[in-house]
């Protein structure tokens, strides 16, 4: 069964950097359009950036400029390289696809970031 983990989370003073990736595995990984969510204390989960099939590119104003996504379809992963983090920035991050939440058989463990100094 496909699945989904993430890692690369951690504690990181404001200002500082941080680069996420998420596994996947099974065959689908280079057919669908893969995104990035996360999950800010007391808050839904929410949309935050997204890369498609063949490498376009889409983000949310609040990490726009400061977040790049990226993808490496033959090693079935996927990136999210993060600048200029701010407090508000602390988050379970996950990745799925958004065209299906189950297309890799729901969601990850996820993975924190905490911004604080």
């Known amino acids: 069964q496909a699945q989904l983990v993430e890692s690369g989370g951690g504690l990181v003073q404001p200002g500082g950097s941080l680069t996420l990736s998420c596994a996947a595995s099974?065959?689908?990984?280079?057919?669908?359009?893969m995104a990035w969510y996360r999950r800010r204390p007391g808050k839904q989960r929410a949309f935050i950036a997204r890369?498609?099939?063949?490498?376009?590119?889409y983000y949310d104003s609040t990490v726009k400029g400061r977040f790049t996504v990226s993808r490496d379809n033959d090693k079935k992963m996927l990136y999210l390289q993060m600048k200029s983090l701010k407090p508000e920035d602390t988050a379970i991050y996950y990745c799925?696809?958004?065209?299906?939440?189950?297309?890799?058989?729901?969601w990850g463990q996820g993975t924190q970031v905490t911004v604080s100094s």
């Open positions: 099974g065959s689908i990984f280079s057919d669908v359009d």
């Open positions: 799925n696809s958004p065209s299906s939440v189950e297309t890799f058989g729901g």
């Open positions: 890369i498609s099939k063949s490498g376009a590119k």
